[in-house]
């Protein structure tokens, strides 16, 4: 199986969960996949994932069409909004940087807006690009958004967000104090997370935008530790992330962390990226429906 990051799996990887990565899909049917039918009615949830938009009203800069991410976020609204999904998540780096406080909140405001056209409520994950000239505050009070990490109960599933956004000495990101390549979850937040998850028995969806599953410098210092407190829980079917722009899975304590690709990367309407989630704990099925550039992945015996 492909390893997109180069790091030796574990040899159990196989042992409890069938996996099996398919091609991306270009335009295809909602509650269609693999050549079969999706029986919606038995799907208790189902989420639209959006990672790494960078919007800003700025000119193309290599393979970043800045202004293109206005129509592709058009284009997924219209899709999520079919399929009505129940709730939106971003990964991470909603928007990019700007020469002032002031343009970088423009930039907000306008995705922001394009936004308000879905018909499910969304949850941010916050990425470096989002507290770049912003503080954590003043991103989180532009998207109506209380906490940077938090749990969402959705239909007996818990979606868990994390913040990773912290410098190695503990500082939070805000106005350029920070080096992209330095990130970690504090200890605070992963007490949190553990007292989170010995809450309940209800199976969880983790969602953060930097990586926990690599340890170079897309990924998050206290990785091992966290990866720890998620597999000694029994209840994290799957962890899904961002920040690197592209197509990359793996399994770490059986817990798939699927690395989802970035939206910003390349001219619309060739080119664009996001997912239709498909999670039955009961049956323990998941599955990742990619739309253009996004991989799709079905995932079967979940514990």
């Not at 099996?20 to 189902?46: H, M, N």
């Not at 994950?125 to 998207?143: R, S, Y």
């Amino acid at each position: 199986m492909h390893n997109p990051s180069g790091l030796e799996l574990s040899s159990r990887r196989l042992s409890k969960r069938l996996f099996l990565k398919v091609s991306s899909l270009s335009t295809p049917a909602v509650g269609q996949l693999f050549g079969q039918p999706i029986p919606t009615e038995d799907w208790p949830l189902r989420l639209g994932l959006i990672s790494d938009i960078h919007y800003a009203d700025l000119p193309v800069a290599g393979s970043r069409h800045y202004r293109d991410s206005i129509q592709k976020v058009r284009e997924a609204i219209a899709r999520f909004n079919d399929a009505q999904v129940d709730a939106v998540l971003c990964l991470g780096d909603l928007i990019d940087s700007g020469s002032t406080v002031e343009k970088e909140l423009g930039h907000l405001q306008t995705i922001r807006e394009e936004l308000k056209q879905l018909q499910a409520p969304i949850a941010f994950v916050l990425g470096n690009h989002c507290v770049w000239g912003l503080t954590k505050q003043e991103f989180l009070t532009g998207v109506g958004q209380a906490s940077a990490y938090q749990c969402i109960r959705l239909k007996g599933i818990r979606l868990i967000l994390l913040d990773a956004c912290y410098r190695h000495d503990g500082a939070p990101y805000g106005r350029q104090n920070y080096d992209w390549k330095e990130a970690d979850i504090p200890i605070s937040q992963q007490l949190w997370l553990e007292k989170t998850l010995q809450d309940s028995e209800e199976p969880a969806l983790v969602f953060v935008h930097h990586r926990l599953d690599v340890d170079n410098h897309y990924g998050i210092r206290s990785a091992a530790k966290v990866r720890r407190i998620l597999e000694e829980s029994g209840q994290v079917a799957a962890v899904f992330q961002g920040h690197n722009h592209l197509n990359a899975h793996q399994i770490f304590g059986e817990i798939h962390y699927l690395t989802m690709q970035a939206m910003i990367e390349g001219k619309w309407p060739e080119k664009n990226a996001y997912s239709l989630i498909h999670f039955n704990p009961a049956k323990g099925d998941l599955i990742i429906e990619g739309v253009h550039d996004q991989a799709s992945y079905q995932i079967k015996d979940l514990p």
